[in-house]
């Protein structure tokens, strides 16, 4: 097992580095924006940790070795002399997976068999499609980084949304965008077009105290130093607070009210959540003092023709200043007109962020 420090990586969603930096110092790590995502140095247990309680991150890596590499057999020779029984189990099966940019070592599967084999023949692990351990080897300019992804399936599954309504915005996203509106926990937050429910579940979860990854299986449960006990109760000691605000989301369609109340269920936020089938002429803002105001519409790349949102954007706009005075407004679009279609002066927050092939800014107030 390895005992020394390591560096462990956060990837992040492309634009959202910065908040996710932010986010990981705030839950104590030592953390620095780097390319692609967020980097500090660690041990098993702060990988486990991270994993469990970070909820802006895609997943996380633990970086195993860095070198160059000219060619094939370079690579075969450094990977043989690698660790691998330091981090990998021999009874554990093991995929490789390869990615080369502006390198000699150009060819990518080819890249991959080499550590394979190496992996295979050094350690006597499986290597298999389907296995439970993936090993990322990443070539750029003849540097060779050879991490394990300890999460598995992504960490935006937090392993209670079943149902999702159209186009849906990923948990780790609107986490982001959450913090960068400023909620804190303490803050009522309103989405009037909700879908399935995941920035009110969200807010409503981080209010809670609740750890994003409580319920799920990570990669890292197979790899060698896993200490079951010591994972058992890092997961149990979930401080759950009382939150001294509600969460609010509604939609037209009556199936996502449906889909978001089912998964506030699963996620066991329902006391503090409220759901209602409503359309945005007829929005009132809740009881209490004003909030945030987060809503993800339509957008017109999607639709193909963006004139008739306009006419949305515009309500949105009219609904938010005639009966949300007061409240701090977070409109996520791709398309500068539709946030100036709503006539509330919108700040774009830089930079746009990587949403489904799509650049999506978060526009403030």
């Known amino acids: 097992m390895t005992t020394q420090p390591f560096e462990i990586y956060l990837v992040a969603t ?26 500090f140095t ?30 094939l057999a370079q690579l075969d020779k450094r990977a043989r002399k690698l660790d691998w029984a330091g981090m990998l189990r ?3 099966s093991v995929k490789v997976e390869a990615s080369c940019q502006r390198s000699r070592i150009y060819h990518a599967g080819a890249a991959s068999q080499r550590v394979a084999k190496a992996i295979a023949e050094e350690l006597g692990a499986p290597i298999a499609d389907d296995a439970q351990v993936r090993v990322m080897v990443r070539i750029e300019d ?32 609107a986490a982001m965008f959450l913090r960068q509106c400023g909620f804190d926990g303490s803050q009522t937050v309103l989405d009037p077009m909700c879908g399935s429910g995941t920035f009110v579940i969200e807010a409503a979860e981080i209010a809670l105290g609740l750890k994003p990854g409580r319920e799920r299986s990570f990669a890292f449960e197979h790899l060698v130093g896993f200490d079951a006990k010591t994972w ?56 209490g003092p004003p909030g945030i105001f987060v809503v993800n519409p339509p957008y017109g790349t999607r639709i193909g023709n ?23 407004v977070g409109i996520i679009t791709t398309d500068k007109d539709l946030a100036r279609a709503t006539g509330l002066g919108l700040k774009l927050t830089e930079p746009t962020v990587l949403h489904g092939g799509l650049r999506v800014g978060l526009w403030q107030l």
């Open 14 to 39: 492309p634009g959202l580095e910065t908040p996710l930096c932010d986010e990981a110092r705030a839950a104590g790590f030592d953390a620095t924006v780097v390319e692609g995502g967020v980097a």
């Open 42 to 71: 660690g041990l098993w247990p702060d990988v486990w940790r991270a994993n469990l309680e970070l909820r802006g991150a895609t997943r996380v890596l633990a970086r195993m070795a860095s070198f160059r590499a000219m060619h």
């Open 90 to 92: 021999p009874d554990v």
């Open 142 to 173: 003849d540097l060779v980084t050879i991490s394990v992804d300890t999460t598995g399936e992504s960490l935006h599954k937090r392993g209670f949304k079943e149902g999702v309504a159209k186009a849906p915005m990923r948990e780790t996203m």
């Open 232 to 287: 058992d109760k890092l997961r149990s000691a979930a401080a759950a607070k009382t939150p001294g605000a509600r969460f609010y989301g509604s939609d037209r369609d009556a199936g996502a009210i449906r889909l978001a109340n089912e998964n506030a269920e699963r996620a066991g936020v329902s006391d503090w959540v409220r759901f209602e089938q409503r359309t945005i002429e007829t929005l009132e803002p809740p009881p």
């Open 306 to 328: 963006k004139a008739p949102l306009m006419g949305l954007y515009r309500t949105l706009g009219n609904v938010i200043r005639a009966r949300f005075p007061g409240w701090r």
